[in-house]
């Protein structure tokens, strides 16, 4: 639909599967919000030094590997047994948070029933505290009252999609503007430079 609409280039962010860069026929650029995650990361925990990275499912191992190699901290996974869609039987915690701040990373949120369940099995495994932090919080249906209700310090967002509305239904909610990396990486593009810089640099 892009393609046909006249696009000729797209630049987007965390794709929930790198492949879908293959079904274009014009160039994808999939920016990171790694970069940005680690600042905010380095930036408004303390403790960071004695984290855990965490992944709420064994899908996103190598997002979470990736940060935890980078901050050179440890990093544990749930592995979750799902009976039926969209319903969450029994998770196992693969590592250890205990006396630790746990940190959740995933690249989306949606109803948020996952990183929910996964933030009360941290906090029974011994973890300090329990942060969340997602590119795309879309935050759909019971999101709200979920994390309202749940043990989280905060649960951290990009702005790839707006969340202005959301804030005010919930103080938990904090927004990293990711705004600086697309335009670096229009801007970059423009001029015919190198957009490979954007995928470990935050722009200044």
Not at 40 to 61: H, L, M, Q
Not at 165 to 173: A, E, L, S
């Amino acid at each position: 639909m892009l393609s046909v609409s006249g696009a000729d280039h797209i630049i987007t962010m965390d794709l929930h599967a790198s492949q879908i860069q293959g079904f274009f026929d014009i160039p994808v650029d999939n920016l990171y919000a790694e970069p940005a995650v680690l600042k905010w990361i380095k930036e408004n925990i303390n403790e960071w030094k004695n984290c855990t990275i965490v992944s709420p499912d064994a899908g996103g191992a190598k997002r979470v590997t990736s940060i935890a190699d980078r901050l050179n901290v440890d990093f544990a996974l749930i592995h979750k047994e799902r009976k039926k869609a969209n319903e969450v039987d029994r998770m196992v915690l693969v590592g250890d948070v205990k006396d630790r701040v746990a940190i959740l990373v995933d690249d989306m949120a949606d109803t948020c029933g996952t990183i929910c369940h996964a933030a009360d099995k941290l906090v029974s495994a011994g973890a300090t505290k329990v942060y969340a932090i997602l590119t795309h919080g879309i935050f759909s249906g019971p999101a709200i009252s979920r994390i309202n209700n749940a043990n989280f310090e905060a649960v951290v967002v990009t702005n790839t999609i707006p969340q202005e509305d959301k804030i005010k239904h919930c103080n938990k909610i904090q927004v990293i503007d990711i705004s600086m990396i697309l335009a670096e990486a229009i801007r970059r593009t423009h001029n015919g430079e190198s957009v490979s810089y954007l995928f470990s640099h935050v722009p200044l």
